[in-house]
């Protein structure tokens, strides 16, 4: 079965510090990692999405670092804000292929 | 904006009961999905349609089945709730238009099964 693992399950980070969460994947037939963000109550929504053929792509606070070789990408959150408090999943995808296969998340809180 | 609006937020049935979670997409999508998501566990894939009457089996299919009988509205039915079926389901679409078409969430219904 397709997976894509994710770490940590939980993050508590201090306001405008750095948030990392890491995910790793063993399907190199996966060519679109896209990341979404949740917020309570809400359903997840799009926040960034990298091709293989990037090693890094940055949106504001918002970057993700991809590690072809290693099968490993990672978001990281500079200055993180409590707005910024939400559960985040990172995903994969195979192009033409509808199916996402989605990490377990990370609950990130963002303290003042 | 697309929007994807599910017909409940919070559902509680009895075991044995049959259940309907409808989802209804206005932006003429072509795929629709239904997840479960549960803590540590993410969102799961039970089923998926690319077209009207098509269907395709997830990652967790026992104990589900779908509809689709017009483009904008999938159902997941729940043929005999059973308790380890509670959980917050979420229903997506996307286009279809291309490999890297973003999936639309509804805002989930929480389902408990007494």
């Known amino acids: 079965q397709q997976q894509v693992k994710q770490s940590p399950q939980s993050l508590i980070v201090q306001k405008g510090g750095i948030s990392i969460i890491n995910c790793a994947y063993e399907n190199t037939a996966f060519d679109y990692f896209p990341w979404y963000q949740q917020f309570p109550g809400k359903g997840p929504a799009l926040l960034i999405a990298i091709r293989p053929d990037v090693s890094e792509k940055k949106e504001g606070r918002f970057t993700i670092s991809f590690n072809k070789s290693a099968k490993q990408f990672s978001l990281h959150i500079m200055d993180s804000q409590p707005g910024d408090s939400a559960t985040y999943f990172c995903?994969?995808?195979?192009?033409?292929?509808?199916?996402?296969?989605f990490g377990t998340g990370t609950k990130l809180q963002v303290i003042p | 904006d697309v929007k994807v609006t599910q017909s409940s937020r919070y559902l509680v049935k009895r075991t044995g009961e049959k259940v309907f979670l409808e989802c209804v997409q206005d932006m003429d999508h072509e795929n629709m999905f239904w997840y479960r998501q549960d803590p540590g566990l993410g969102l799961r894939l039970i089923y998926f349609?690319?077209?009207?009457?098509?269907?395709e089996k997830g990652d967790i299919p026992e104990g589900y089945s779908v509809s689709r009988e017009k483009k904008e509205r999938f159902s997941l039915i729940l043929e005999s709730a059973s308790t380890n079926q509670t959980s917050m389901y979420l229903c997506a679409s996307t286009s279809g238009a291309g490999g890297r078409d973003t999936q639309y969430f509804g805002p989930g219904t929480r389902l408990t099964v007494l």
């Open positions: 349609s690319y077209d009207v009457k098509m269907k």
């Open positions: 995903a994969a995808k195979t192009g033409g292929y509808q199916k996402v296969t």
